[in-house]
């Protein structure tokens, strides 16, 4: 039977049948036969299977994130700024499960972990393609990011077209252009490749919306949204730092990777910068 593409894997031609509703249940729906047959440690240790299954499960929420993220953007794009609030506040509450989960992983112990560790060979979570898109689409964009999927020609592809588009964040300060708001045609129209520099004009625009948030009601709710996301994203960081440090502490992470240094540097890293600063020059 022939494939179709979905966006981030492949469904059965023909999965949404009249025939296949007719003879759906519980089970066939979640796809529970195959979804319950994915969790394959590598060894014999008990703690593994707590490892894949909070990966897998953040695998997961990070798919409807990004789901909810691709419609508020173009929710934003088409100035329509109600329905995208939804959107960014049900990504927050996905957040606060996200956060929680760092506690269920940090019960299992270095010595646990050790246990299992080196069977991972070169596995990394920057290996997660959807996080990365995740990253690009609030507006890190970093070129480099890519090369963990350069052997993966459609999914590499996918991450190239997310990383020359304009983030959520880009969006939102079109909006404010268009609604009047004098931005710099630079931040406007640009290479939309690279990350978001603060710019005073945003800033000016922002201030402008929170001093007079009446005025501006649909601008002001977009704005604590964007700042409701961002903190909860950065609390995430600071959970998910707190966890290798205690599991690991500063060894380098699977794969090779910088671990708890590169996790503190992330810390700095804002994706709003000037929805901070507003805060200051009120």
């Avoid at 480099?144 to 077209?161: I, N, V």
Wanted: charged fraction near 25%.
């Amino acid at each position: 039977m022939a494939d179709v593409q979905n966006g981030y894997g492949r469904l059965p031609e023909g999965a949404h049948t009249e025939f296949d509703r007719s003879h759906l249940t519980y089970g066939r729906y979640l796809a529970l036969d195959e979804l319950l047959t994915l969790q394959r440690p590598v060894s014999d240790e008990h703690d593994e299977m707590l490892f894949i299954v909070i990966h897998q499960a953040t695998e997961l929420w990070v798919r409807l994130m990004l789901h909810e993220l691709q419609a508020a953007k173009a929710s934003i794009a088409q100035d329509a700024l109600g329905p995208s609030f939804k959107m960014l506040a049900r990504v927050s509450r996905i957040q606060a499960i996200l956060i929680e989960s760092w506690s269920i992983l940090s019960t299992m112990t270095p010595s646990d972990y050790l246990l299992f560790r080196d069977k991972l060979g070169p596995a990394s979570g920057f290996q997660s393609h959807q996080y990365r898109e995740l990253e690009f689409m609030l507006g890190n964009k970093r070129a480099a990011f890519l090369s963990p999927f350069r052997h993966q020609p459609a999914t590499l592809a996918h991450l190239e077209a997310v990383l020359a588009a304009p983030s959520l964040y880009d969006e939102a300060i079109r909006a404010l252009a268009r609604r009047g708001f004098a931005i710099a045609p630079a931040v406007v129209e640009r290479d939309w490749s690279v990350p978001h520099a603060a710019d005073d004009s945003v800033l000016a625009a922002w201030t402008q919306v929170y001093r007079d948030p009446n005025r501006y009601w649909d601008l002001y709710e977009l704005a604590e949204k964007l700042v409701d996301l961002e903190d909860a994203f950065q609390q995430w960081r600071f959970r998910h730092l707190g966890t290798v440090t205690r599991i690991i502490g500063h060894k380098r992470g699977t794969g090779g990777t910088a671990g708890v240094s590169y996790l503190k540097r992330a810390l700095d890293y804002s994706f709003f910068p000037e929805l901070w600063t507003v805060r200051t020059e009120l």
